[in-house]
């Protein structure tokens, strides 16, 4: 038997969220294969081949793999399926994979799996469930396994030494469904909200619009950190939908979340509560956010916040 | 131009979930229950998309018990022109899952003959996030998931959708038919009024028994338990920010 891992890569290397996937693939204990499909991406393939563990790696280049697609994409695995019977097929989380996995597993007539944190055995997985607030353990009776891994959930590290060889592989013929027509990286100069080592969120506390920019956009500079909200902000006008964290918003996992003004409603706490440290300043001090706070400060944020600012290192 | 908008209830997301203590699921024996969150975005974009008369027809499809009713209803009052339920009693957040509910959902796609099937990104119950990428690939249509931003072209022969994806935004261009699964930026859906859940009242909702399409539904996925997560210890609190920027440096060592 043997295991596909598609690997999220930048075509001149790795996503480090591959190696996860690869070390969560080793609990498989079958032959493991990595899929690098990219226009180019020799360097991605090569890095590939140099993961112990690795028993081929399997490179598809062609340029309408810069940008792939779900149907490309999907087509793709179902030609490799065919030919290969692979006994899983997976990866990391990514927006590629969790658009493209569930296609292909349409076309097998598969039950694929999200964001599996913890692989038992060959057909047995566990997975969160209600952003993370009941974890289930499931068995799939599906011949093939189709399933995203959550690479914080699995190490990076300890895949050195390997060598294994580097297959070309040729794609399905066929215009893709899809045509891509652009992507744009709104704030290259900012750190991302879903991928920062730092968080800082505001809540209603922050009382306007301006309370963010002024109070709260200083400390996000100084830390180098992404800027967050909690729901009740973003439906009382004072920042976008999309910096929206919770449960119906963008489940983050820093290292450092912290969170200004906010109460800790049930549906803010699902989408961070794996945070590795947590702070949380307000005013009140018996709101529900202490009670998962690392540190808790009860203070003013308009006081607290811009102290914390100015003795901040750069 | 026909859409269909497909519609989940689940727990609603102000609750707190409880895990039975014999580990066989999450509580939901009398626990307020609502519309998934991104259910609701998708039929607010095929209201709005009616109402600029792009759309002719909006209807609602809900796969799930009969109070499932309640969420179809919510869509008919926010705009939604008729509602189908699929009806089973299967447990929506463990039993009936993505794979069975796409095959349904197909079946309704070859009924009624949309040129558009709108769904959430994801429901906040099982958090697959999986439903329209499965039924699109059953169906051999384009997809657009995590959709921020949609836009016609004037023959309504295809659309332009902006994603949100890991790196910012993408934009690709789809023909028509096509699956798009609607994510959090793309609109702030309307509140169901009273006066509209009351006119709701009035307009078609059928009731199906979805065993009668003959669809496979039984569960691929066997569940063998379901645990509430570890708990976090926290509720330490510090005096000053002084203190805190301490902590942060010499103790949990996040900060230079």
Request: net charge negative; charged share 25%.
């Amino acid at each position: 038997f043997s295991t596909l891992v598609v690997a999220e890569h930048t075509q001149k290397g790795l996503h480090p969220a591959t190696l996860s996937a690869i070390n969560a693939a080793k609990k498989l204990q079958d032959d493991i294969c990595v899929l690098v499909a990219g226009s180019g991406a020799t360097e991605a393939a090569q890095e590939a081949a140099k993961l112990q563990g690795v028993s081929k790696v399997l490179h598809v280049d062609a340029p309408a793999y810069q940008y792939p697609v779900a149907d490309q994409m999907a087509n793709l695995l179902v030609a490799m399926q065919q030919k290969s019977s692979f006994a899983s097929i997976m990866g990391p989380v990514s927006s590629l994979l969790k658009d493209v996995f569930p296609r292909l597993a349409g076309a097998l007539d598969v039950q694929p799996l999200t964001d599996v944190m913890d692989i038992k055995s060959s057909d047995t997985f566990v997975r969160p469930t209600y952003a993370g607030n009941a974890i289930a353990t499931v068995r799939s009776k599906d011949p093939v396994k189709v399933f995203t891994v959550r690479p914080t959930s699995f190490p990076t590290d300890g895949l050195e030494g390997g060598s294994a060889p580097v297959e070309p592989v040729t794609p399905p013929e066929g215009q893709p469904m899809v045509e891509f027509v652009k992507e744009e990286h709104a704030h290259d100069d900012k750190p991302q909200l879903a991928t920062a080592k730092t968080v800082v969120s505001g809540g209603r506390g922050l009382r306007s619009k301006e309370g963010f920019d002024t109070v709260l956009d200083p400390l996000c500079q100084k830390l180098n950190a992404a800027m967050g909200a909690s729901r009740a902000a973003v439906d009382a006008g004072f920042v976008p939908n999309d910096m929206q964290v919770g449960q119906t918003g963008k489940v983050v996992a820093p290292d450092l979340y912290l969170a200004v003004g906010i109460s800790g409603a049930i549906q803010h706490l699902a989408g961070m509560k794996d945070s590795k440290t947590i702070v949380a300043i307000n005013k009140d001090g018996e709101a529900p956010i202490f009670q998962v706070a690392d540190y808790g400060l009860v203070a003013d944020l308009f006081e607290a916040v811009p102290e914390m600012t100015d003795k901040v290192a750069q | 131009m026909r859409a269909l908008v497909a519609v989940k209830r689940v727990i609603d997301y102000a609750v707190k979930v409880r895990v039975k203590p014999d580990k066989s699921g999450v509580e939901l024996n009398n626990i307020k229950m609502s519309m998934n969150p991104f259910c609701e975005i998708a039929v607010e974009e095929g209201v709005r998309l009616k109402e600029a008369g792009t759309l002719s027809e909006l209807v609602a499809v809900s796969c799930g018990p009969d109070k499932s009713q309640e969420s179809l209803r919510q869509a008919l009052a926010m705009g939604a022109d008729r509602a189908i339920l699929l009806k089973t009693d299967y447990r929506t957040d463990m039993e009936l899952q993505p794979l069975a509910v796409a095959k349904l959902l197909k079946k309704m796609v070859e009924k009624e003959d949309p040129m558009v099937v709108l769904l959430g990104k994801q429901a906040i119950d099982d958090d697959s996030n999986q439903t329209g990428q499965l039924l699109a690939g059953m169906l051999g249509w384009p997809q657009a998931t995590f959709a921020s931003k949609l836009a016609f072209n004037s023959g309504l022969t295809g659309v332009d959708v902006t994603r949100e994806v890991d790196a910012g935004l993408q934009t690709i261009s789809l023909k028509l038919p096509c699956v798009v699964t609607c994510d959090l930026r793309l609109n702030q859906p309307r509140y169901a009024t009273l006066p509209n859940l009351m006119k709701a009242k009035k307009k078609p909702l059928e009731v199906v028994d979805a065993a009668s399409l003959g669809v496979d539904m039984s569960p691929r996925l066997e569940y063998l338990s379901v645990e509430e997560p570890p708990k976090r210890e926290g509720g330490r609190k510090v005096d000053s920010v002084d203190e805190l920027l301490d902590k942060l440096r010499n103790e949990a060592k996040v900060l230079a």
